[in-house]
């Protein structure tokens, strides 16, 4: 029933009962009766004005389907249809690093001089956005590298179902969630490297512009995630050959909106069909101004590849704590003999200003810094942040042979870090790293200080 039928219809039933009251009234019936007229008829009018104003407004919304909505949140341009259905926004980051180091004598007859240098370590640009508000896509490119700046390589090229609320599936070179270092963004990253331990896994079968398909989900507490992957895009991918991996990772958090959250997580990659049945396992020391690999085992012979370890983080306030412990495993080929590495880490950092940790579930891992008195534009003085970090990895394994011993890594690195608006953060390491028996170098014990310096912005 309309709403002016349902007025009528009261009004009808009332001036039923108005004609059926006493004999007394009968002299003021007319004048009364008139009355109600006017009544029904100002009802009559609001009725159709009520229609008339849903009418245009309804008509309004159907010729503003193809409006744009022009937002600069952040700092990114961002466009959004009026309808809601689709959405387009540009982002971008850019890490300058500036490195020096200062070598003992053994690493400098190893390695020779150490490149004092600067380069963009990551210069990427793209667009992300919505497509019937069931669809998402990332389309970015990176322009930098480790001192081998490029002409721009496919960072993130991929499409994403979001219609189920807290899953996202994925097809496309993504970068797949695993561990917990590596699920949270470089712009967030505490040091201005991962963890070589969170390096060595990703190594296997995750990292940047990962050609994938799988997906991530979470509830309030709880987050999950598994992916097919293949090789990477960009320069090398064709060496990955037919290689294919299966990877995942859990986690779970008590708290992760507000108070004291404590975050205990799992993850776990599988490599089969290794190009040219072999793997090798390195990684340069958590510092890539120079792309030198302090540990570095050869390449030997492996059917497959199994990595596996647990993550632990607690967070309070300005106070965060966080580790990592892998282990990695490769079955030996045609007679040649499996082999079993380890790395890990502990970090902490204080947030020295106040402002809290935030935690993400949909990621399972941290967010970054906000500062509550952004510098000179709030009057204030940004974030400040203390942090260090002890890394340690194992690259040896008595069952293999002796030329083929990667090196024992321990490496200590103190940061403080700046961050004087949403937008901008300048990082400072102190790095020391000590190896001890290294294979294929002149002296299999050596060691280096090195200092760093990260200018980053995003928008």
């Known amino acids: 029933m309309t709403l002016r039928n349902i007025l009528l219809a009261g009004t009808a039933i009332g001036a039923a009962a108005f004609l059926a009251a006493p004999a007394f009234a009968a002299s003021n019936t007319q004048a009364e009766l008139d009355a109600l007229k006017a009544q029904i008829e100002a009802l009559q009018r609001k009725v159709d004005d009520v229609e008339i104003q849903h009418g245009n407004a309804i008509k309004s919304l159907e010729e503003r389907k193809s409006d744009v909505i022009v937002g600069l949140k952040n700092g990114r341009p961002s466009f959004e249809s009026a309808d809601g259905n689709f959405t387009f926004e540009l982002s971008g980051r850019a890490h300058l690093d500036w490195g020096g180091y200062d070598q003992d004598d053994n690493s400098e007859a190893n390695f020779g001089g150490l490149g004092n240098n600067m380069n963009f370590r990551r210069a990427i640009f793209g667009a992300s956005g919505t497509l019937m508000k069931d ?91 598994a992916y097919y992957t293949m090789g990477s895009v960009g320069p090398g991918s064709t060496t990955d050959g037919d290689r294919s991996n299966i990877l995942g990772r859990v986690a779970f958090a008590t708290s992760p909106k507000e108070g004291p959250n404590f975050h205990i997580g799992l993850s776990g990659t599988y490599a089969a069909n290794l190009a040219n049945d072999s793997i090798s396992f390195g990684d340069r020391p958590e510092l890539r101004v120079d792309a030198t690999r302090m540990i570095n085992t050869t390449s030997f012979a492996a059917d497959s590849a199994l990595a596996y370890g647990p993550e632990l983080a607690f967070n309070y306030g300005p106070f965060r704590a966080q580790g990592e412990y892998y282990i990695y495993t490769t079955d030996g080929l045609a007679g040649s003999p499996d082999a079993e590495f380890d790395a890990w880490y502990l970090q902490a950092s204080w947030i020295l200003t106040g402002e809290s940790y935030k935690y993400s579930m949909s ?97």
Do not use: C
């Open 363 to 459: 990621k399972a891992a941290y967010s970054g810094v906000s500062p509550d008195n952004p510098f000179l534009a709030g009057g204030g003085m940004g974030a400040w942040e203390l942090a260090a970090r002890y890394s340690q990895a194992d690259l040896n394994d008595s069952d293999l042979g002796i030329g083929d011993q990667g090196g024992e890594q321990d490496i200590i690195t103190v940061g403080l870090n700046w961050y004087p608006n949403k937008n901008v953060r300048f990082m400072l390491n102190y790095l020391n790293v000590d190896v001890e028996d290294r294979a294929n170098v002149a002296n299999p014990n050596f060691s280096h200080d090195a200092i760093a310096l990260r200018t980053q912005f995003t928008f």
């Open 135 to 225: 669809f998402a896509y990332d389309l970015y490119f990176n322009f930098g590298d480790s001192g081998d700046e490029q002409n721009g390589v496919i960072y993130e090229a991929a499409l994403h179902y979001i219609g189920i609320d807290g899953v996202k599936l994925s097809i496309g070179a993504i970068q797949p969630k695993l561990t917990l270092d590596d699920s949270t963004s470089s712009n967030d990253i505490t040091f201005i490297e991962r963890a070589t331990a969170a390096n060595l896994m990703t190594s296997i079968g995750a990292g940047d512009g990962r050609m994938a398909v799988g997906g991530a989900g979470n509830t309030d507490n709880f987050f999950a995630a």
